[in-house]
């Protein structure tokens, strides 16, 4: 049973280049969350995406954006780089209406902004 | 922003002690979850305690939660090298339309062999 999967590990973009980050989530969930972890800090929560729509946002600019496609993999788009974007970018995955249940993490994308 | 402060920032003890870790957090829960993260990757699901329940163990782990207090700590016992890490708690807030996890700030655990 394959886990929570992203893409790509690591990636290098310049100031004001926009990307791109994928996330399949675990076999049988239907909801994928994405994490924004800057250097030395713990995971912010940017938003959540169920049936195809974005259920909740975090404090995050609208430069931040998400798809989830029928299959329930997810993208995280983000526009107009800034060199602060630099993060581990994590997406999460879990079933609807399971508030009291874990989350189930992916390895992570590591965004280097130049 | 994060939801509350780890205590301490970074332990380091010697294989074989125990280690405990303390979360504090600002607003009500469903639920507190802790978390360990090697080498700045992917975050590994540790134990989930929900906010009726005070005590939970899981192997050499033992968590426990004051909601009164809103702090949680996490025991490790008998520690190895392997457990090295960033350990995290993470809260579920209480009244949320989804299971969003709020993080805190993080304990870095060194376990010298």
């Known amino acids: 049973d394959a886990g929570v999967t992203q893409s790509p590990t690591h990636l290098i973009k310049t100031r004001g280049q926009q990307v791109t980050l994928r996330c399949s989530p675990k076999s049988g969930h239907d909801t994928v969350s994405w994490y924004q972890q800057a250097l030395g800090q713990g995971p912010q929560f940017i938003f959540q995406y169920y049936e195809e729509e974005e259920r909740q946002r975090g404090n995050f600019p609208d430069r931040f954006s998400g798809h989830q496609f029928p299959n329930y993999s997810s993208e995280l788009n983000v526009n107009a780089l800034l060199l602060g974007d630099s993060a581990l970018y994590l997406c999460?995955?879990?079933?609807?209406?399971?508030?009291?249940?874990?989350?189930?993490f992916g390895p992570g994308t590591r965004l280097l902004v130049l | 922003s994060q939801q509350g402060e780890e205590d301490p920032q970074a332990l380091s003890i010697q294989e074989g002690e125990n280690a405990t870790m303390n979360c504090s957090y600002k607003?009500?829960?469903?639920?507190l979850q802790w978390y360990r993260q090697n080498s700045g990757r992917g975050l590994v699901h540790l134990i989930l305690i929900r906010s009726n329940e005070r005590e939970k163990h899981s192997g050499r782990l033992r968590v426990t939660l004051d909601t009164s207090k809103k702090s949680s700590s996490l025991l490790i016992t008998a520690s190895r090298a392997a457990d090295t890490a960033s350990y995290f708690c993470?809260?579920?807030?209480?009244?949320?339309?989804?299971?969003?996890?709020?993080f805190g700030t993080g304990t870095l655990l060194a376990v010298q062999p």
């Open positions: 993470a809260t579920g807030p209480y009244g949320g339309a989804t299971n969003k996890l709020i």
């Open positions: 999460a995955s879990s079933s609807v209406g399971a508030i009291q249940e874990t989350q189930y």
């Open positions: 607003t009500s829960i469903n639920n």
